[in-house]
């Protein structure tokens, strides 16, 4: 049984530990401890994945701009994603993607941004944000860079490019 919840404190070094092993490199880990110390973060939008009292699994969503032609529109960055490797493939990635998602619908945000595998996450509504008109800050291709409205015509008008906070640089 797989319990979604948001981390505390003391899920920190577990974290840590699942984006290192996820990941195989620090990269994620540190991105993460940056982004949970920002003024603007949200704690409601870190979540753990817990199996018999484990921490196997954490997703994170935090707040970025869309820069458009007169200022900035609010979106999210779900980044990153983790699960550790002997409990891939068990839905424990989409639980936590699809606990997220209703999470930040419930806290009223509208838009939310990825890069990520093509094969997954278009099962939960995420489409290509280009075709969407939100350019990348990133050197990736359309089918890894992906939107998705959380309130049915949030991104009608946004055209413009993503910004993501320095943190990111590094990953």
């Known amino acids: 049984m797989i319990t979604i919840r948001p981390e505390t404190t003391e899920d920190y070094d577990a974290v840590h530990r699942v984006n290192f092993t996820a990941f195989g490199k ?10 949970r110390q920002a ?4 704690p409601e939008l870190s979540l753990v ?5 484990q921490v196997v699994g954490h997703i994170l969503f935090s707040p970025i701009t869309i ?19 002997e ?7 989409s639980a936590l993607v699809q606990s ?14 990825v890069l990520g595998h093509p094969g997954f996450y278009p099962r939960f509504g995420f489409t ?13 291709s359309d089918d890894v860079w992906m939107a998705l409205e959380l309130r049915p015509g949030a991104l009608d008008s946004v055209r ?12």
């Open 49 to 53: 994945a817990v199996v018999e009292g």
């Open 26 to 35: 620090e990269n994620e880990p540190h991105l993460v401890e940056t982004l």
């Open 67 to 85: 820069d458009i032609q007169n200022g900035s529109v609010p979106a999210l960055s779900l980044a990153p994603l983790a699960v550790l490797p």
């Open 160 to 171: 413009g490019r993503a910004k993501y906070p320095p943190a990111f640089d590094e990953v």
């Open 100 to 113: 997220g998602l209703k999470e930040c619908q419930r806290l009223g945000h509208g838009i939310v941004i």
């Open 39 to 42: 003024a603007d973060a949200i």
């Open 87 to 93: 409990f891939q493939n068990q839905g424990i990635g």
């Open 128 to 140: 290509p944000a280009r075709a969407r008109g939100i350019d990348s800050p990133f050197n990736v």
